[in-house]
């Protein structure tokens, strides 16, 4: 039903939104890669889900760092490396995209990779909340950071308001595969990122989600300029609606998750990421009702 | 001279016998632009005329050619993935057909197939490197027609033609929200006695139009000044979420 399909979309996705958003207040997670699946879930192609994504999480990510910004929470420099890493890794990707797009695999890519990445979140995620309960009143210092081959590298920068001295490399390498994924996928990255900042790097914790969010924001702006000038698959109106309802979602979120308790938390998140795992490959698995499927190719 | 030809052709129809006394349909549209704007949710047109004689009536509607590339999927380690593909071309983007009575009652194969009139004598021409193949795999073929159906750009089954007395008659035709913008062609014959008599033609244009189209155009046509504007409305919609967030 065109007219039913039409009517009920705005609301829905108004729905959408603040869900995220109600996630990522409770959470203090991005949303970026719960938001994406959701908009497959219901209907919007995958191509305009993921650009349109990426477009999101820039308003998230200017929001976010701003707060951080101002309690000096953002390692300037460290970010710059990762910038540098994540704009090469996010064109690329955005040209990966592209390729995959023309061959009619897109689909299938950003939905496997999905597939692999909220299984990973969302068990790593379980286990980890799960231990937290069970060990909850020990209090383990956690190590400094580790000492390793990393360390080794050359090209070593001063990164002052981490209190590192290290290889310039790690940091450029972690940009680059969280760009790749931000071009692929349409997330952030944080995901990615902030563990990776904490256990490979060795950044202090404080620091660790101002500085990816920075990163964040022009990475998915690069992301945005990329995927609207080859795949014109960018949709203002889409991802408008989407941060008024994220918005409103945060706020309310935000205010419930200061009445719960940390492990429980993350362990909810971790039951609905992989909830929706599951549901992506059931589908993925599942004998489509059309073997066949069509994209229009060139107007006359 | 050039310039004079408009003008002589004008002339030279003026002093012909009268057409339009001659021709056996005549037809109109309620109206010949649909505009798509914003929260446009597909929209009905009335097609109306006259037949000089009582006959037999079908209207066949069909939206702007594009290709269109048909995909099977295959099941691979477990997951269904895009095997083999094939490109059809120029396949109109909408095709919806409406009679008086059902088309085998008055009309024989030959002429359906002919004319193109009926989704099984759809002229759908697949192309393998630029070349048109002679026949286009069946199940393709079909594929193509079903998912084209299932969008709702396709009949799955034909309309009325209305009758309101021997002359006039009159058919809604359904455009959905999904419908592609360029012209359309309405076409509409008649048949006496089993024998096509006659037939009249009508364009239909459709267009986006408002904030709708200017969006539309700005992402097709300028797509990269697209992209930083929707990276700056970002960045404001950010920045206005955290000074709101804060007050709050």
Not at chain 1, 269 to 291: F, M, N, R, S
Not at chain 2, 73 to 85: F, S
Request: charge should be positive; glycine fraction near 10%.
């Amino acid at each position: 039903m065109p007219i039913a399909e039409m009517s009920v979309n705005v609301p829905l996705i108004l729905a959408v939104g603040a869900g995220v958003g109600l996630l990522s207040g409770l959470f203090g997670v991005g949303g970026g890669f719960l938001m994406t699946p959701l908009l497959f879930f219901i209907g919007i192609p995958s191509a305009v889900a993921v650009a349109t994504g990426a477009t999101l999480i820039v308003a998230a990510s200017i929001s976010g760092v701003l707060a951080h910004w101002k309690r000096g929470n953002v390692d300037f420099r460290m970010g710059g490396f990762l910038l540098v890493g994540g704009v090469v890794g996010s064109s690329v990707g955005v040209w990966l995209f592209t390729v995959l797009r023309e061959q009619g695999h897109i689909d299938l890519v950003i939905r496997l990779c999905y597939v692999l990445f909220l299984a990973i979140i969302g068990g790593l995620m379980l286990v980890e909340s799960a231990r937290a309960m069970m060990r909850k009143k020990k209090n383990q210092s956690r190590r400094d950071h580790m000492h390793n081959w990393l360390h080794g590298l050359p090209f070593k920068v001063r990164f002052r308001r981490s209190r590192l001295y290290i290889s310039a490399l790690p940091p450029l390498a972690v940009g680059l595969f969280v760009g790749l994924l931000a071009g692929i996928m349409g997330v952030g990255g944080g995901f990615v990122m902030v563990p990776a900042m904490i256990y490979v790097l060795g950044m202090p914790t404080a620091v660790v989600v101002g500085t990816s969010l920075f990163q964040i924001i022009f990475v998915s702006a690069n992301v945005t300029i990329l995927q609207s000038a080859t795949n014109q698959t960018v949709d203002i109106v889409l991802a408008l609606i989407l941060l008024i309802g994220g918005v409103l979602g945060a706020q309310f979120g935000a205010r419930l998750g200061a009445k719960m308790q940390g492990e429980q938390l993350r362990g909810l998140l971790a039951l609905i990421v992989l909830g929706v795992c599951a549901k992506l490959t059931y589908e993925l698995v599942l004998q489509p009702a059309d073997l066949f499927s069509i994209a229009e190719v060139a107007r006359y | 001279m050039r310039q004079l030809i408009p003008f002589l052709t004008i002339l030279l129809a003026l002093t012909l016998p009268d057409r339009a006394q001659a021709r056996d349909i005549t037809i109109d549209l309620t109206d010949p632009i649909v505009s798509i704007t914003t929260g446009f949710t597909g929209t009905d047109l009335l097609l109306y005329g006259a037949v000089k004689q009582a006959g037999d009536l079908v209207v066949v509607v069909r939206g702007p050619a594009r290709d269109e590339v048909v995909r099977r999927k295959e099941k691979v380690l477990g997951v269904w993935v895009n095997r083999d593909e094939l490109v059809f071309d120029k396949v109109p983007s909408y095709y919806r057909i409406a009679s008086n009575r059902p088309l085998k009652e008055f009309m024989n194969p030959e002429d359906a197939d002919r004319l193109q009139i009926g989704l099984p004598n759809l002229d759908l021409r697949a192309k393998v490197s630029g070349k048109l193949l002679p026949e286009a795999p069946y199940d393709f073929r079909e594929g193509l027609i079903r998912n084209l159906q299932r969008i709702g750009l396709y009949m799955t089954k034909p309309d009325n033609v209305v009758f309101l007395s021997e002359q006039l008659f009159r058919t809604r035709l359904r455009f959905p929200a999904n419908v592609s913008v360029g012209t359309f062609t309405i076409e509409v014959y008649l048949f006496r006695d089993n024998k096509l008599q006659s037939t009249a033609t009508t364009l239909l244009t459709v267009r986006k139009f408002g904030v709708e189209a200017q969006v539309y155009d700005l992402a097709h046509r300028y797509s990269l000044a697209y992209g930083v504007l929707a990276v700056i409305i970002a960045v404001v919609a950010g920045w206005a979420a955290n000074a709101a967030f804060r007050k709050g």
